[in-house]
């Protein structure tokens, strides 16, 4: 608080009347002694009326918020007229903060405050007084009520409820234009003074805005002003209370102004021509390029709509407006060429597409730029005279027949010369061909349209000179129709006739098809090949013809069959006819007509088994057999049972795969007696690791001359075993890699041989005999083969 405020506030307590006697007296007057402090007023009743003095007499006190001294803030005194100040009445205080926040003196009844009061927290207090007798404590004068007012001084400073406030107002608005509102509260007493009086003020933001002093509307201040120029402004609000005087408190806030966009400025193009260049192969709906005007405003109001109005390219190019971009694509309307015209000339206009009425001054709102587009050459493919080729030909026509023609040609200035192809996947049975230089096409096969009545092909176009550039067209080729086909049998006929028939009896209704289609349909002529005495064909001349007997008394006991030729024929040219055979069985019927056998075997032969029985019995026959061919396959299949069956054992243990052995001279595969060891032939024991066979007496052979090496050699590796104590128990196989004494031949291998040839002489090898004929060819011609 500043010494102005204090003094202000000190004179304005002075000054105030109820502040200057802050002891009230208050006197009683015995009710005996009654004082009459009126005049006397004429009753009806002729009485007069008296006015009591009353002993105490309340007032409100008044004391000042924010007190800042150090002793207890005085505020009032209260006063008995019965006290005679020898301190036998006893003052007490009672109600809001008695005996806390206000006390009373016992003995004089002054009132004080004990700490500093905020009026915003609490405007006035309430309490209750009253004086009693010390000695007896009873009361000498009745309960009182009075209140303590609190004096608002100017402690509190104007608030805004935001410390930044965002507002927004259309750019080229007039002066004066609301743009917002703002509040400031002050917590002061708006009753007192003018503490809680603000007044607004502007300190940050001019010339830009103003703002009303009482209401705090802020308001525009200058005229047309532009977004684009400048779109975001600060303003401070100030709010001050005592009216914005001198010593007022005062709070500021903060507003954030934004211009918002209108549609003020119209589109530009940034050049007067564009250039774009264009490939002469382009498909239509192709994008060549973009144009684009640039619009100062944004959002809705730089929304642009580009359109074509003028130049020669009209029919050929249209524009597309990209609404993300606000870009204008350029695409083709029409399949250009280069040879035909290379330079098309566009007149693009852009214009907003909304426009605000308030600035049509501004306007007008759109603009246009030309647009030169330039064909570019490329090197095109053929084109065909035609996007499809159709040609019919009779079916009957001679191989090698031109059927057509196809046309293509080099769009390019060049003129390459073209070749003509067929595409092979369009004609895999290779009917047709065609002539690689002229396009014709012809056949190469017979036609048939009763196997296939169109053709579609696919004929390729290429240049000589660029094979890769190449085009397609499709050809269709319709076969027709030649009457070259004889019709037949529409079905394969079941006919039959009773034994009982009459002569004239329908036994069959017949109908005939034919692979032709004639322009004028089908029609078919019914005949006999001859003449038959016991049926007759009658034609119905509906394509369909009767069969009639022209006899009774059919026997199929004599004849059981008939074959009937009919005789089939068109009326087409050239006419066509066939014959065919109907077979008529004889049959059995009841006085119905209905059929109830056909076969004369069945009258003889006895009952027997079904046709479904016989196939059971073969079935069975068959799976014995299967049965008999499985068992023998396995028992030949099947090995010798070993009597060791431990998978544990791990012992070497002879197996009979009966082999046959291989030498060319040991025929008895693995018999001991090779080793022409005949002793051992006869003490041959049975095996222990098998199950035997049969028993039999081992046929002697005849003694050959003893080997003594190959004997001596195997007895002292024998006894080495019998007399080795780590030996196995049971029998085992030693095998020993010994090749005895040296051959007659001595040793073939090359490592031995002289360094030179003519150290080996190889002629001996034909003394062998023809065994080794083969290697006498290979060695002994040495000598020839060096010499030739």
Not at 91 to 98: P, T, V
Not at 239 to 267: H, R
Not at 573 to 602: K, W
Not at 650 to 655: E, G, K, P, Q
């Amino acid at each position: 608080m500043t010494i102005y405020q204090f003094l202000l506030l000190f004179l304005l307590w002075v000054c105030l009347p109820h502040f200057c006697s802050p002891e009230i007296m208050f006197r009683r007057t015995p009710v005996p002694q009654q004082r009459i402090l009126g005049a006397r007023v004429p009753r009806s009743d002729g009485k007069i009326l008296h006015r009591q003095k009353r002993g105490w007499m309340w007032n409100q006190f008044f004391l000042l918020e924010e007190y800042t001294g150090s002793d207890y803030q005085y505020v009032g005194k209260l006063h008995s007229d019965q006290d005679k100040g020898d301190g036998s009445l006893k003052y007490i205080l009672s109600g809001d903060g008695a005996g806390t926040l206000f006390i009373i003196d016992e003995k004089t009844g002054d009132i004080h405050a004990t700490r500093r009061i905020d009026r915003e927290e609490k405007a006035f207090y309430t309490l209750r007084a009253q004086a009693i007798n010390r000695r007896t404590l009873r009361p000498v004068e009745p309960e009182s009520e009075f209140v303590i007012k609190i004096h608002d001084i100017n402690d509190n400073e104007p608030t805004f409820p935001e410390e930044i406030y965002t507002a927004s107002v259309p750019e080229m608005s007039v002066v004066g234009t609301s743009v917002v509102q703002v509040t400031a509260t002050d917590a002061d007493d708006p009753s007192y003074g003018n503490s809680a009086r603000v007044i607004y003020s502007i300190l940050q933001g001019q010339p830009y805005f103003s703002v009303e002093p009482e209401t705090g509307i802020i308001r525009t201040a200058l005229p047309n002003m532009n977004r684009e120029n400048r779109e975001q402004y600060q303003v401070v609000i100030q709010a001050k209370d005592m009216g914005g005087q001198m010593g007022g408190l005062s709070g500021t806030t903060t507003v954030n102004i934004t211009l918002t966009d209108v549609n003020d400025n119209p589109p530009r193009f940034p050049q007067n021509t564009i250039h774009l260049r264009v490939l002469e192969s382009s498909p239509v709906g192709t994008a060549i390029g973009s144009v684009k005007a640039t619009d100062a405003d944004t959002g809705k109001n730089a929304e642009v709509e580009y359109r074509i109005i003028d130049g020669d390219g009209t029919d050929m190019f249209d524009i597309i407006t990209e609404k993300d971009t606000q870009e204008g694509i350029i695409t083709v309307k029409k399949p250009l060429d280069y040879e035909s015209r290379r330079l098309y000339t566009l007149k693009v206009e852009a214009e907003n597409t909304h426009v605000d009425p308030r600035f049509y001054y501004l306007g007008p709102f759109k603009d246009t730029t030309i647009v030169k587009i330039s064909i570019e050459d490329v090197d095109e493919p053929p084109v065909f005279s035609r996007s499809s080729y159709l040609f019919e030909v009779h079916e009957d026509i001679e191989v090698g027949t031109i059927i057509g023609t196809v046309m293509a040609r080099d769009p390019d200035s060049t003129s390459s010369p073209i070749r003509f192809s067929l595409d092979r996947h369009t004609d895999l049975d290779r009917i047709f061909n065609i002539h690689s230089g002229n396009g014709s096409l012809y056949t190469s096969k017979p036609l048939d349209r009763e196997l296939a009545q169109w053709h579609n092909l696919s004929v390729i176009a290429a240049e000589i000179n660029n094979p890769k550039e190449m085009t397609r067209v499709a050809v269709f080729v319709r076969i027709l129709d030649v009457n070259d086909n004889a019709p037949q049998f529409a079905v394969f006929y079941d006919t039959f006739v009773c034994e009982n028939a009459r002569p004239g009896q329908l036994i069959q209704t017949i109908s005939a098809v034919d692979k032709d289609d004639p322009l004028g349909g089908q029609k078919f002529f019914f005949s006999l090949a001859a003449v038959n005495p016991n049926f007759t064909v009658q034609d119905n001349e509906d394509n369909t013809a009767r069969i009639l007997t022209r006899k009774n008394g059919f026997s199929r006991h004599e004849i059981s069959t008939y074959l009937l030729p009919v005789v089939i024929s068109d009326n087409d040219y050239p006419i066509q006819s066939s014959t065919g055979t109907l077979t008529i069985r004889v049959c059995a019927c009841d006085g119905q007509g209905n059929m109830q056998s056909c076969s004369a075997e069945a009258l003889l032969l006895p009952a027997g088994l079904s046709t479904g029985a016989l196939i059971a019995i073969l079935l069975c026959i068959i799976i014995l057999l299967v049965i008999v061919v499985l068992f023998a396959a396995l028992k030949r299949q099947r090995k010798k049972e070993p009597l060791i069956l431990s998978k544990e054992d791990i012992r070497d243990n002879i197996v009979s795969y009966n082999d046959e052995g291989g030498g060319e001279e040991d025929t008895q595969a693995f018999d001991i007696g090779t080793l022409r060891n005949p002793a051992a032939i006869e003490e041959k024991k049975l095996r222990r690791d098998i199950i035997p066979e049969t028993l039999f007496i081992p046929r002697r052979t005849p003694t050959a001359p003893d080997n003594t090496d190959v004997r001596d050699f195997i007895n002292e590796r024998l006894k080495e075993h019998d007399l080795d104590p780590t030996a196995p128990p049971y029998d085992s196989l030693a095998t020993y890699a010994y090749e005895g004494n040296d051959s007659i031949a001595e040793s073939l291998s090359s490592l031995e041989s002289g360094t030179t040839d003519g150290d080996q002489n190889y002629d001996y090898l034909r003394e062998w005999g023809p065994r080794f004929n083969k290697l006498a060819e290979m060695y002994g011609g040495g000598e020839s083969d060096k010499d030739s």
